[in-house]
């Protein structure tokens, strides 16, 4: 192995990655495990697909082009075929929902959790890499199926400890959309580019206010910085009748509101005729009907004219978690956590392999985000997991001893290691400390000879220097140091841990 | 999105890649919450790395080319450098320590668990993706570190409930390899290929037997099938001294003995006065007079001259860890389980970032192969998920009351799910039989007008479909179906399920 100096490689992670540390590793796991108790107590199975799949089953070939996305991984195989990474959980499930469905029931509901990868440019906390969690029905196009998915998002917030007032499951619908769509006259193939334009106008509306979203739905919008984003040229009147669904929300006048007082209100827009809107709005009833009877109240699940959710693969209820726990954004200002996950109801993406409609809808979960949110909120419980103590080699000949001690701890539960470095005694010490051990066990000849054990407690030093305690408190509780009989080492141990 | 014909694609997983089902994703995740409990007792910490590095820190340019090699998953990043995906859990370990020594405690002891990926050919059972959890201590020449992990791997096997005489950890090291192959006179930079000869024809003395070996050795080997593969083309007197080696386990002369016995019989070779042969056995001693000073017997941990491990860069100890448990091969003929993991000590690998040598060692445990192990000999404890109850959804209006019949079902523990399709009554019993429903719930128009509910017991069928019990004697134990008050639903719903 060549250790010449001009070829090594730096030792670097690679751009839009990272490493995870013990804490973070801990408090997630732990949260996934909550998760999936709900989503298992809801009889969804879990089922995972492979991190590579072709990239024409993740429908990721540019149009008109023989080459992948460039926002997804890709590479050939050996056979010419290309390959991509995932890049969420949701197009690997409807190809093996297409692949399997004969053996499936119908509805199938099912859970799964992993990583999904973005070839995009990375940013402060934007990686190209993380992690989702979804749980997804297949099979159903009743808006039972995207209530329940809305509810098991309300009841898995609870589970993780968040209270009402916390967060709020808001839902909306696309077909609502599409009516205003029809209605102001975004109805051809070409008006694509438009459509697109005008949903995300109205996904900035948090952002830039109605000002903003004005002028993104007319002749575009100079920011601050003199940057011009060119808008979606609609007409005057076509903007008032936007307003009209926009100012459901922001007058304020729903605030406090029924959900089902909110939908007379989506009603009486200048465009409820618009059948679209009709059978959006008649979905919407139903999944509040169902919220209702089953107890869950607006201030859990909101019905929400501003909910747009970006993909365009949404084809009818929309929903998003919203945390409304106050933090603060990149200037210092408060502001609302915000999404921690969305969903809603893909009809079309089964029937890209089939050609057959099956219906489908599901909910999938930032996993970091809501880690994050999670601990703002001291609702990441970490494993209450102690460093270990740690038995110190002061003979080389007696590691068999020392092993011995040790796994005396662990079979008692007490996480425990000997020190299986080569320093000595002063860089064990150190080691210890390093590691956030709270207890070292020694055992040196004069120990031995009497049968004995030494027990030193390193977090007195820590406490002491940190002003948590002075010395005569501390020693009052706590013993800073012991020497013990060898068969009084567990006890003495439990007994400094407090266990 | 188009769905017109020509441009549907075709639904099917890619070349070497699986969907994983709900038993075994349950199966191994209770496996690797235990494997956790001890890694994390014996005070190892998590850390996880991404899955895509820097190819070059990976180590993986081909050499004297621009181009990675062909056995990972490459690809170019915007930038012009090569990312790979992580074809093993060490390279990137070695990667994260190189960057961050200085934040680490020294030996820094770490576990991980994941994926990797080998661009290789798919086989039978061969896939391109699979799990690996690894064990590794950073920054500590002492065997007593790679004694710790072959140590962890036996009190590992046994959490999972293997006993003593069904695995085995075998011990060896490279160094009495090296010495060998110094006595021979493969000492040269230009003997390189013909060592990894030498070391390959050695690893298949399990297949082959002696005779396949010694051809391998010499001038080479014709298969069955006509096949003739090169040989390393020792001389006579170079292969007898290699026999010497194997013949130590393959005459038999070592069963049953102790480690300490074997090492008396490997310094009676006649390359046993070469240093590095000496340092070798000295390492070996170390390490089998802490397992006997620990208690473990050499059922457990035996000293195995034939162990090889295949990769390059091990530098001192290698261990396997070999499952006993009896099973068959392709052809029919019983043959023991094998390999389900194995490591080794790899002193270069962080050197090659920083100049330094940093002695390491680690073992890593194939999550699939110990999985299928575990089914075999009945110890792949599933979590004993029982499929859920069904309520059926006889009256669209009536969701809500069927949804709360739901939810006081899962408030007891019990996995519950209203049906969320659009189907009718005779569609809704076939769903819930293909679910593996142990039980139904019904409220019709009649029995609600009463307070009551119906309880069907859907596995009546299918056990006397089955011939598993007769009518009659299934119906004294059990309801076959059952009428009761509404509030008498959770109590009727534990007894027909046993609780």
Redo the contacts between chains.
């Keep these: 192995?060549?250790?010449d100096?001009q070829n090594?490689?730096?030792?670097?992670?690679?751009?839009g990655?990272?490493?995870?540390?013990?804490e973070e590793?801990?408090g997630v796991r732990q949260m996934l495990a909550k998760i999936q108790t709900v989503y298992?107590?809801?009889?969804f199975?879990?089922?995972?697909?492979?991190?590579?799949?072709?990239t024409?089953?993740l429908?990721k070939f540019l149009p008109d082009q023989d080459r992948p996305n460039a926002g997804v991984?890709?590479?050939q195989?050996d056979?010419g075929?290309w390959?991509s990474?995932r890049y969420d959980l949701t197009a690997p499930l409807a190809?093996?929902v297409?692949?399997?469905q004969q053996k499936l029931?119908?509805?199938y509901?099912s859970y799964r959790q992993g990583?999904v990868?973005r070839n995009e440019k990375p940013g402060p906390g934007r990686f190209?890499?993380f992690m989702q969690f979804d749980a997804d029905?297949v099979?159903?196009?009743?808006p039972?199926?995207d209530a329940?998915v809305c509810?098991m998002a309300a009841d898995t917030m609870e589970a993780l400890g968040l209270e009402r007032g916390q967060y709020r499951i808001n839902v909306n619908n696309r077909k609502i959309l599409d009516g205003m769509m029809e209605h102001i006259g975004l109805v051809e193939e070409s008006d694509q580019a438009r459509r697109l334009t005008v949903l995300r106008a109205l996904d900035k509306l948090d952002r830039l206010k109605w000002s903003g979203v004005e002028a993104l739905l007319g002749d575009g919008r100079t920011d601050e910085s003199g940057d011009h984003t060119p808008g979606a040229q609609l007409s005057p009147v076509s903007i008032v009748a936007i307003r009209e669904l926009i100012w459901l929300k922001q007058s304020g006048d729903l605030e406090g509101k029924s959900n089902s007082a909110i939908l007379r209100e989506y009603g009486k827009l200048s465009f409820g005729a618009n059948s679209k809107f009709v059978d959006g709005l008649a979905e919407l009833g139903d999944m509040d009907?169902?919220f209702?009877?089953?107890?869950y109240s607006s201030d859990q699940i909101a019905i929400d004219p501003s909910i747009i959710r970006g993909l365009e693969?949404y084809t009818g209820p929309v929903f998003e978690c919203e945390l409304l726990i106050p933090t603060t954004d990149e200037d210092g200002k408060p502001v609302r956590f915000g999404s921690v996950g969305g969903g809603g109801r893909y009809d079309?993406l089964v029937?890209?392999?089939?050609?057959q409609q099956v219906p489908a809808t599901g909910f999938s979960i930032g996993v970091s985000r809501l880690y994050s949110a999670l601990k703002l909120v001291g609702k990441a419980e970490e494993l209450n997991?102690t460093?270990?103590v740690?038995v110190l080699?002061l003979d080389k000949?007696?590691?068999?001893?020392y092993?011995?001690m040790v796994?005396t701890l662990?079979t008692e539960?007490i996480?425990?290691?000997?020190y299986?470095?080569?320093?000595g005694m002063k860089a064990q010490m150190k080691?210890a400390d390093?590691?956030g051990a709270p207890l070292v066990v020694i055992q040196g000849g004069d120990e031995q000879a009497k049968g004995e054990v030494q027990i030193k407690d390193l977090r007195l030093g820590s406490e002491l220097a940190s002003g948590i305690a002075s010395r005569e408190e501390y020693a009052a509780q706590r013993l800073a140091q012991v020497t013990v009989k060898e068969d009084e080492l567990v006890s003495a141990v439990k007994k400094a841990l407090s266990l």
């Design positions: 192995m060549s250790t100096k090594r490689p730096k030792a670097r992670v690679a751009k990655f990272r490493d995870i540390g013990a590793i801990r298992e107590a809801y009889g199975e879990p089922v995972e697909q492979p991190f590579i799949e072709y024409d089953a429908g991984f890709s590479f195989d056979d075929q390959l990474l190809r093996y297409a692949e399997n029931p119908t509805p509901r990583w990868f190209r890499q029905t099979g159903s196009a009743s039972a199926a329940e509810m009907r169902l209702d009877g089953s107890g693969y079309d029937a890209r392999f089939t050609g997991v460093a270990p740690v080699v000949d007696r590691q068999g001893d092993w011995r796994q662990r539960g996480r425990a290691e000997m299986v470095g080569t320093a080691y390093k590691r």
